[in-house]
């Protein structure tokens, strides 16, 4: 009987920590993949990202004159190829004759804007990870059935304009939108709009304790970017004790390394 009690005291302590370790983990988020060390938005930046330890890489979308989704985050490409105009302007074969390493460092000249398809299928092959999408340009169809294809439409968030979102939740109401929170009177309409609402993003300037109570009420996740200057421990674990419950970070190894640390992370 002794032994039993004992058993179950043991057993109940580790359902506890377990339950404890769910509460309090905090998701990573590696804006463009490892940017600092990689050229941003390509193959070895995702890479990179997801070895570290990344629980979500976040993947620019946009769609090429020809109906090709590719990851890149401007409108044009001039800043980060050493092709110019618009991305939509041009046809894939274009685009992927582009070198979109050399700006970067002289090491990484070659390298290719990523078909989207080539990414979901790197985040596919690695349980638990999944993609934060910035939903710059394409249609939530497009973006939907490349997702589908690769069975990762309910491991993504999706960031995109109202329109989009509530198309995305209409063809499958289990997809995650993420609007962004703006203010109490936005969010108040994106609760009513979106239903359910179950993650919302924030960056500096709506990051405010009246939006994240709101945002809270409704047991929504909080993503929030702390990017530039706010990439520090200091201003991540002021985050956490806000409320986020996940971080976006141009630094995914120390951000990663300091959740572990502090028992925010497995």
Do not use: C
């Amino acid at each position: 009987m002794l032994i039993q009690s004992h058993v179950v005291a043991v057993t109940l302590v580790a359902v506890l920590a377990a339950v404890a370790l769910a509460q309090t983990s905090i998701v990573a988020i590696s804006h463009r993949g490892d940017n600092k060390n990689y050229p941003e938005n390509t193959m070895p930046a995702y890479e990179s990202s997801l070895r570290l330890g990344a629980d979500y890489i976040e993947v620019d979308v946009r769609t090429t004159s020809d109906g090709f989704l590719v990851a890149i985050h401007d409108e044009t490409l001039d800043r980060t190829t050493n092709g110019t105009g618009l991305v939509s302007a041009h046809t894939l074969a274009e685009i992927r004759a582009l070198d979109a390493g050399g700006w970067f460092a002289p090491e990484f000249a070659g390298l290719q804007v990523p078909l989207f398809e080539d990414v979901v299928a790197l985040v596919a092959g690695m349980a638990g990870r999944g993609i934060y999408v910035d939903l710059k340009m394409a249609s939530a169809q497009d973006l939907y059935d490349a997702l589908a294809k690769q069975e990762l439409q309910h491991r993504v968030v999706v960031y995109s304009g109202p329109g989009r979102l509530k198309q995305l939740q209409i063809i499958d109401a289990a997809v995650l939108v993420m609007p962004e929170a703006v203010n109490t009177l936005v969010l108040n309409a994106s609760i009513a709009f979106f239903d359910p609402l179950r993650v919302v993003a924030f960056n500096d300037n709506d990051f405010k304790d009246r939006v994240i109570e709101l945002a809270q009420s409704i047991d929504a996740d909080i993503y929030v970017d702390r990017l530039g200057d706010a990439d520090v421990p200091e201003v991540w674990q002021d985050a956490i004790n806000r409320g986020a419950t996940g971080i976006q970070t141009d630094k995914p190894g120390p951000l990663v390394e300091y959740l572990v640390a502090s028992g925010y992370h497995a």
